[in-house]
């Protein structure tokens, strides 16, 4: 393991996501550790800390993505938070779930923008 890939990847983490990242890695340390390791090394330390793109950017991206999906929830209420976190504005987080209605279909911009609202509401936004 890479000391300095472990170490961006918690860091960056921690700028995207926070608490909620922390806890889905906890979540994971007694039943499958090498999945919270590879969690960490991977997504935020290889492809979060990249270049080319900015966080809010990777995070629409990733919403878009959760959304599409259709069977990402805890993901991508996940993700709603860390595209809140890194600049997004409420706007373009929904407008990135009503988009995914025309290539996901209904189902999955009804079930992404439900998690939108709840994210929302959380934070008093709503």
């Not at 961006?8 to 922390?22: F, P, R, S, V």
């Not at 993700?79 to 996901?104: D, F, I």
């Amino acid at each position: 393991m890479s000391t300095s890939r472990y170490q961006a990847g918690l860091e960056k983490l921690t700028e995207i996501d926070g608490e909620a990242g922390h806890q889905v890695i906890e979540n994971l340390k007694d039943v499958c550790p090498d999945l919270a390791k590879y969690t960490i090394e991977f997504p935020f330390g290889d492809i979060y800390s990249r270049e080319g793109l900015d966080l809010k950017s990777r995070e629409i991206a990733t919403v878009a993505a959760l959304t599409s999906m259709g069977h990402c929830a805890p993901q991508l209420k996940v993700h709603v938070h860390a595209a809140l976190n890194v600049g997004c504005t409420p706007e373009e987080v929904k407008e990135t779930v009503l988009q995914m209605a025309v290539y996901a279909g209904f189902p999955a911009a009804l079930n992404g923008m439900f998690i939108v609202k709840e994210v929302l509401v959380e934070r008093g936004l709503l």
